[in-house]
């Protein structure tokens, strides 16, 4: 199972501890979380469903390359960041 | 005197009214969301709900309710649109690409015509109703696939933005907003259908072909007269247009000929009472935005248009450079106007502007102001 990790800045809106899932892709394993914890796909995902302009993912240390339909495969042992940008601050 | 609610880019502060007889009737009270960009704040005079919307940025656009002052908050659901077309890439009228995404809560209001009810407008330029306090809200989809809307462009930001909802004090289901760049619309029957409402005003940053299509008009506020409602201001990107016909047509204000430093700027404020009575807050026009030799103040006409007031008692008269954002200036049900700048600093007024005090001069760049009762 993928472990799933949300920056701290983001626990200060919503709950959203670090977990572990089941699934194949970014989009497949974050679903499981949002599904889980719906408040929370608004703050990484937009109106579309694609990731928020300043937001990154991280699979294994790598940025995502999909960041329109999060098709990046994830394996079991992989460990999932979701990090703010440090584009779009102030 | 009600307490004033000031958005800010580093949070929402609240002024209580004070007694003190030589400060400015307002106290710096209390913070909420502090840190956070707070674009917007509504109260609901129904049932007395403060709204607050937030920019977080990387984490979006998000939407609060308070139905205790302040004292607690709750988010409720921001507006979203619906899927996109698969495939298409929409763009505005200037070519840019345009993503069915909310930007940005620029207009919230009551919706009158049924209890609970409110409208939301948006950047990128959709309306938003909810039937729920804010639970649900729909996107009003006469007005979002309007075909006029390819007409419309960014203001300030990239993309067309609603800033301003008045609910019409003849008929609740009638409506008017205001589009910075899309002119202003009004619908009759609570967002059915929709009419553009610009016509007579002139764009002068378009090609002559476009000078007076009712899109073009970078309406930067529009506010109606109470107890005459066939009145409307309108301050405008490139002048201060007026209307005394129900928005059958539009006058534009010479300036040459009203006295006042500048028709630039963003906020107007109406008297509810009085259709000739406006509130303006003037810059130099338009790739400068601050104030006419660093002297900020307020003008005021009280015949209509035909001659301004330049009030500054009270306001900085050297090394000013606030600009007064198109909700930064308020005026309360009783009478008392506010107004709050991108410098921070808010000035509140009990005599109808003729003088200011401070109410405070190190708050964060303020979007916006408002009265809650």
Aim: proline share 6%; glycine share 10%; aromatic share 10%.
């Amino acid at each position: 199972m993928a472990t799933v990790v949300f920056t701290q800045n983001l626990r200060r809106h919503v709950e959203c501890p670090t977990e572990t899932v089941d699934g194949a892709t970014v989009r497949a394993v974050l679903d499981v979380v949002f599904t889980a914890n719906p408040r929370l796909r608004g703050y990484v995902l937009d109106d579309q469903g694609t990731l928020r302009h300043h937001m990154m993912v991280f699979i294994d240390g790598e940025p995502v390359s999909d960041r329109r339909n999060l098709s990046d495969p994830v394996r079991a042992t992989s460990e999932v960041y979701v990090m703010q940008a440090l584009s779009g601050g102030c | 005197m009600p307490s004033l609610l000031i958005s800010t880019r580093k949070g929402l502060f609240v002024a209580s009214p004070s007694d003190s007889a030589s400060g400015s009737g307002f106290k710096l009270e209390r913070g909420h969301f502090v840190g956070d960009n707070l674009s917007l704040a509504m109260v609901d005079p129904r049932d007395g709900a403060w709204y607050a919307a937030l920019d977080h940025g990387h984490f979006g656009v998000k939407l609060h309710r308070s139905d205790d002052r302040g004292t607690t908050w709750t988010e409720i659901a921001v507006p979203t649109y619906p899927k996109q077309p698969e495939g298409e890439v929409q763009k505005n009228f200037f070519g840019l690409e345009l993503k069915w995404t909310t930007q940005l809560i620029w207009s919230l209001a009551p919706a009158l015509d049924k209890a609970g009810a409110l409208w939301c407008g948006t950047i990128p330029g959709g309306l938003f109703r909810s039937e729920d306090r804010g639970a649900t809200w729909q996107l009003v989809e006469s007005l979002w696939f309007h075909p006029d809307r390819t007409k419309w462009g960014g203001g300030g930001r990239d993309h067309a933005g609603i800033h301003s909802i008045l609910v019409d004090p003849r008929d609740p289901k009638t409506v008017a907003i205001a589009i910075s760049t899309g002119g202003v619309w009004r619908t009759k029957d609570a967002g059915a259908t929709w009419t553009n409402t610009a016509g007579g005003m002139r764009a002068e940053y378009v090609p002559p072909e476009l000078v007076n299509d009712g899109n073009s008009q970078d309406v930067h506020c529009l506010v109606q007269c109470a107890a005459t409602p066939t009145t409307f201001w309108v301050q405008h990107h490139n002048g201060i247009f007026k209307s005394t016909d129900d928005m059958a047509s539009w006058t534009e204000l010479e300036k040459e000929q009203t006295g006042a430093p500048s028709h630039f700027g963003f906020p107007v404020a109406v008297d509810p009472k009085d259709p000739d009575t406006a509130w303006f807050v003037p810059a130099i026009k338009d790739e400068k935005r601050i104030p006419a030799e660093g002297r900020l103040v307020v003008t005021r006409t009280r015949d209509g248009g035909k001659t301004f007031e330049t009030l500054s008692k009270g306001l900085p008269s050297s090394f000013a450079y606030d600009l007064v954002y198109r909700h930064g200036l308020a005026l309360s049900p009783d009478g008392a106007l506010a107004f709050g700048s991108t410098t921070g600093n808010v000035f509140a007024s009990t005599d109808r502007g003729d003088s200011w005090s401070l109410v405070s001069n190190y708050l964060p760049p303020v979007y916006a102001v408002t009265f809650a009762p």
